[in-house]
């Protein structure tokens, strides 16, 4: 049965944001739990909690979601991998929603792709900020970037399509990895998404930030030069490049969210935490919405519903 055709909750027409936004997406974390220790890693927003939604609680919360209009969901953590049910938890949301894709540092990844793709997941995102061995370890805590590197092609190998490639760049560490990063992606087949170093308003102050903060403008400038076509993802409206590279296609997608109006005008989504939070932004904490505590205390769908669209209501550009 295809994922169009089951329920049909997830034709509802997306509920719009009182700036005008539709709400088609929803970013879920599973688990605040992770193997690696990357400092740069955000958490997702989330305050530490050991508090996590069941599968079936996970299901029925997407399936609330779908019903105003959430079409995707993005699953993150902490590390999902390491959740010992992700498979099943993949196995039901699939069907009701158009797409379920996954964000992972990739550990354990070549032996869990081919069950994630039967549970319906559809494409997935894998962190890996250089290809360089002992510079992945001190940026990523860890020492199996051939791990990730196999579970990458892993993925592509079995349909997995299309695999992001997400690679944070920090300013005197990996900026000169590109090159290499575009040519490994251009050989597999992957998507390589350069991603800008962020923080929160506060957090764009601080000394830590100046110093590894890397703006990208000048290596989207050289994409623009070398770009056969350039198009722009529907989310946050962000630039994908086609670029000749050595004798392969490479597909470079740059994200620069860092005090970026126009990526904050074009959000389509919410957030939800792993201890069951609707989250309007991932840094702005004070609209957040709690409907796990209600979803155990008895709520009915319609009454999370009215969490939801209270979530969503609380949306607001956090770059403006």
């Known amino acids: 049965m295809s994922h169009d055709s089951v329920g049909c909750v997830a034709g509802s027409e997306a509920v719009v944001d009182s700036f005008g936004r539709a709400t088609k997406s929803l970013r879920l974390s599973v688990t605040q739990m992770c193997d690696l220790s990357c400092p740069h890693c955000h958490r997702e927003g989330q305050v530490p909690s050991l508090r996590e939604m069941s599968p079936d609680e996970i299901a029925r919360l997407v399936k609330v979601g779908a019903s105003l209009g ?41 032996d869990l792709a081919s069950d994630l793709k039967k549970a319906g997941l559809a494409r997935i995102n894998v962190s890996l900020p250089t290809l360089n061995p002992k ?112 004798g392969n296609a490479v597909t470079v997608e740059v994200v620069r969210p860092m005090h970026n109006t126009k990526f904050c005008a074009n959000c389509t989504r919410i957030r939800m935490s792993s201890d069951g939070l609707l989250k309007p932004c991932l840094f702005d904490p004070s609209g957040q919405v709690d409907v796990l505590t209600p979803l155990r205390g008895g709520a009915s769908d319609g009454e999370l519903r009215e969490l939801f669209m209270r979530a969503i209501a609380n949306r607001r550009p956090y770059w403006s």
Request: proline share 3%.
């Open 70 to 110: 959430i079409s995707k969901v993005k699953i993150t953590g902490g590390e999902p991998l390491v959740r010992d049910d992700i498979v099943e938890i993949i196995s039901k949301i699939s069907s009701l929603v158009r797409e379920v894709s996954l964000t992972t540092n990739g550990s354990g990844l070549s």
């Open 135 to 246: 510079l992945y370890e001190r940026l990523c805590g860890g020492n199996d970037s051939e791990g990730v590197m196999r579970g990458i092609k892993t993925s592509i190998d079995i349909g997995l399509n299309p695999v992001k490639v997400n690679m944070v760049v920090f300013k005197d560490e990996n900026v000169s990895e590109i090159p290499s990063m575009m040519d490994f992606c251009g050989r597999i087949g992957a998507i390589l998404q350069l991603i800008e170093f962020e923080a929160d308003k506060e957090g764009s102050d601080s000394d830590q930030f100046a110093k590894r903060h890397y703006s990208l403008g000048p290596v989207e400038a050289k994409l623009v030069e070398q770009a056969s076509s350039v198009s722009e993802n529907e989310l946050h409206r962000r630039r994908r490049y086609e670029i000749a590279n050595n």
